[in-house]
Structures are given as C-alpha cells and as structure tokens.
C-alpha cells in the first residue's frame, strides 16, 4: 500500500487484490457480481489508514465504484489518489463470450 501511496506504484497491488479476491469468493458470492467485488475491494482497501475510500462517490455527473482520498491531514507527502472503476463481465452460458473485440468495448465504456 506504501509503494502505491508514495510512488504511484499500482500494477503490484491490483496483482496482490486479484489474488486474494480468488480464495475467499465462491460461487454463490459472485451471483451479484460487481457488488461482491466492490464490497471486497471496498473492505480491503479500508484497512489501510492511507486512504479514505469511498463506494460510489458522486463525481460531476456520474459515480465512481471506488475512490481512495490520501488521508493528507495524517500523511501529508501522500502524493496519489485513485478512482477505481469495476467492470464485471457475465460468462454466457457454459463458455464465456469474451473475445478480444468484446473486450475491447467493455474496456472503453470503462474508460468513458
């Protein structure tokens, strides 16, 4: 959490998240799909005193998934905030659907 706070080191950390979301979510967890992961990210993220994360922070005229806020009155060289937008993709039926130009597009919108 201190790499990505001080030097904008992210890549490790969603690596570590990926990780660790894949031993305590089931099946029956991931019925409600974005939700679950956002509550996990949600609840993990929180344990660090670094940020102050927010679910579904209204941001102009939409809402992030997540945003973390350097918690600057207690670590004033915090020099990254993060938004974080969830996008979960449904498998269709016994074999997902998701091919490269499907992706594509779900990673647009995201970035939209």
Do not use: C, H
Not at 17 to 37: H, N, S, Y
Request: proline fraction near 5%; charged fraction near 30%; avoid cysteine.
């Amino acid at each position: 959490m201190k790499e990505r706070a001080f030097s904008g080191k992210w890549k490790p950390l969603i690596a570590y998240l990926v990780e660790q979301m894949e031993k305590p979510l089931g099946i029956r967890d991931l019925i409600t799909g974005e939700k679950a992961l956002q509550a996990f990210l949600n609840v993990y993220l929180g344990l660090s005193a670094l940020y102050l994360v927010y679910s579904e922070k209204e941001l102009k005229k939409g809402y992030a998934d997540l945003v973390l806020e350097p918690f600057l009155a207690q670590y004033p060289g915090l020099k990254y905030a993060y938004l974080i937008e969830i996008k979960y993709i449904k498998p269709q039926g016994k074999k997902s659907e998701l091919t490269p130009e499907n992706f594509k597009k779900i990673k647009e919108e995201a970035i939209l």
